[in-house]
């Protein structure tokens, strides 16, 4: 397995105020698959892309990615991971204020050993015409795709996205997944995706709900069709 998860645990707040944002979470992931994890709000959705994306360490439990053992990984080696192999679409973009957008994308791309070709990306995601604007310049959506093209720009193993259409219109929201879904074709890229949109599940090889910190279910999507036909 590419990534394999046993048992994770992960705990916020001691004593009467603890929450278990993971608690005993198992999860598998074959690579240059498209897995899309639903689940409400709370859930630990975000917790458990931290810990595969290596940003965050587990209580308890194992946590391999490529056969590395994450789960004990120092620091050191956790940045190399996460630089090597992962691509992460924060939920709120954690773009670079005061970069211009084809700036915020070079950070990633000069430390990359592969990356992909900028006007590639900066035209796939429709952005070449804000290139030299200020994240604060551009609106929701339009930093959600800068976001995604500092992600990609890389070609990471893994792309890893939380929320990753919450903040687009239907519009956006399909260019983005018909993109995501080129990289996966293209590349091989395994691609984790965090949603609410129901609709978003049916392009996925793999559909994973979880509830109080638990996987609740894990099915492969028999009935898969392309981003292009969601009806989102
Ligand atoms: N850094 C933190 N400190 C305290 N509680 C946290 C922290 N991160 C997450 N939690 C709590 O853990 C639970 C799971 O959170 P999260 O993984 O963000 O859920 P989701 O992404 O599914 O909305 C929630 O109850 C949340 O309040
Ligand atoms: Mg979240």
Do not use: W
């Amino acid at each position: 397995m590419f990534i394999d998860l046993k048992n994770a645990k992960k705990q916020y707040g001691e004593g009467e105020a603890a929450i278990y944002a993971l608690d005993g979470a198992d999860l598998s992931v074959e690579e240059g698959k498209i897995y899309v994890i639903l689940g409400p709000s709370g859930s630990g959705k975000s917790t458990l892309l931290n810990m595969i994306g290596g940003l965050d360490s587990l209580d308890s439990g194992s946590l391999s990615v490529e056969g590395r053992n994450i789960g004990k990984a120092g620091k050191k080696e956790l940045t190399e991971y996460r630089r090597g192999l992962v691509g992460f679409v924060f939920q709120f973009y954690n773009l670079i204020p005061d970069l211009t957008v084809q700036e915020n994308i070079e950070v990633v791309s000069d430390i990359s050993d592969s990356p992909l070709d900028i006007e590639e990306v900066l035209e796939a995601l429709n952005i070449e015409k804000y290139r030299r604007r200020f994240p604060k310049e551009l609106s929701g959506g339009q930093q959600q795709r800068v976001a995604i093209a500092r992600a990609l720009i890389k070609n990471p193993k893994l792309l890893l996205c939380d929320e990753l259409t919450g903040a687009l219109d239907t519009k956006s929201s399909r260019q983005v997944l018909e993109f995501v879904e080129k990289v996966n074709k293209q590349f091989g890229t395994t691609i984790i995706i965090i949603t609410h949109n129901e609709a978003i599940a049916a392009m996925a090889d793999h559909i994973i709900r979880i509830k109080d910190g638990k996987i609740a279910s894990d099915d492969e999507n028999q009935d898969k069709i392309s981003a292009r036909q969601l009806e989102l």
